[in-house]
């Protein structure tokens, strides 16, 4: 009985250990969000995506990029860092909203791991380089 107890023991310690190493998956909703940033910035010509000849991508062209963007962007941000930018971006706007401040007090309030996930956000989804996020 030991003996069938002790590896049983071990395979659901080494899971549990393992599980906690993983990042935790976004939610089809914030995949959803995402998607959609992306997908409204190329369709309105405010992203610019260069491909050769000059052509411009159609609807399932645009999308595929957009979830392959979605998937580095993923690799690049944990779901708490994305979570606690949206959270403290809504907090910030609140306050710009009853104390009647700009834009720019609201991304100034943020933290510097929060503009970050801002600019990481920016830089994959929207496609923007470092020069065109000041």
Do not use: W
């Not at 992203?47 to 392959?68: G, H, P, Q, W």
């Amino acid at each position: 009985m030991i003996k069938t107890v002790k590896p049983f023991i071990a395979l659901v310690f080494g899971t549990v250990v393992l599980s906690g190493c993983t990042p935790e998956p976004y939610p089809p909703e914030i995949k959803t969000d995402l998607i959609s940033l992306c997908m409204e910035g190329i369709l309105s010509g405010q992203t610019n995506v260069v491909i050769e000849d000059n052509k411009t991508l159609d609807a399932s062209e645009s999308l595929r990029l957009c979830e392959f963007r979605y998937g580095e962007f993923i690799k690049k941000v944990p779901l708490a860092d994305y979570l606690d930018q949206q959270t403290h971006l809504y907090e910030s706007f609140q306050r710009a909203y009853r104390q009647k401040y700009i834009l720019e007090d609201v991304y100034n309030s943020l933290s510097p791991k929060d503009k970050k996930t801002f600019a990481t956000t920016s830089q994959i989804m929207l496609g923007l380089d470092a020069g065109e996020l000041e």
